[in-house]
Nanobody, 121 residues
Framework: QVQRIESGGGLVQAGGSLRLSCAAS????????RGWFRQAPGKEREFVAA????????LYADSVKGRFTISRDNAKLTVYLQMNSLKPEDTAVYYCAAGLGDSYIRSYDYWGQGTQVTVPS
C-alpha cells in the first residue's frame, strides 16, 4: 500500500511563511504529476498548485500566484509547497495528491491525509 505523508503545517501569523512537504513511499510515484489542494471549514476542496513529473510545468490557482511555489524532488519522492505572505484566507487543511497534474480533483487518484495550516486574522 502506498503511503503519502504530509508535514509542515502549523499556525503562522499573517505575512509569515510555511513549507509543506509530502513524501510518497513508493518510487512509482515519481512518474506521476503531483498537486496540492486545500479545504477550509464548510467549503469544498479546491486546487492550489500542481507540478509535472519532469518539473518543467507548474500550475497555480489565481489566489496563490506569486505567493506559493510548488517543487518536487523525485529522488526523495517528495513534493513541496512553499507558502509565503500567508493570509487568513489560506487557513485550511492542505492535501497532496498524485495524478494527471491539472486542477481537477477527479484527475488525482492518490491522496494524503492532510495537514492543517492556520493563519489567524
Amino acid at each position: 500500500q502506498v503511503q503519502r505523508i504530509e508535514s509542515g503545517g502549523g499556525l503562522v501569523q499573517a505575512g509569515g511563511s510555511l513549507r509543506l512537504s509530502c513524501a510518497a513511499s513508493k518510487r512509482t510515484f515519481s512518474s506521476y504529476a503531483r498537486g496540492w489542494f486545500r479545504q477550509a471549514p464548510g467549503k469544498e476542496r479546491e486546487f492550489v498548485a500542481a507540478i509535472s513529473w519532469s518539473r518543467d510545468s507548474t500550475l497555480y490557482a489565481d489566489s496563490v500566484k506569486g505567493r506559493f511555489t510548488i517543487s518536487r524532488d523525485n529522488a526523495k519522492l517528495t513534493v513541496y509547497l512553499q507558502m509565503n505572505s500567508l493570509k487568513p484566507e489560506d487557513t485550511a487543511v492542505y492535501y497532496c495528491a498524485a495524478g494527471l497534474g491539472d486542477s481537477y480533483i477527479r484527475s488525482y487518484d492518490y491522496w494524503g491525509q492532510g495537514t492543517q495550516v492556520t493563519v489567524p486574522s
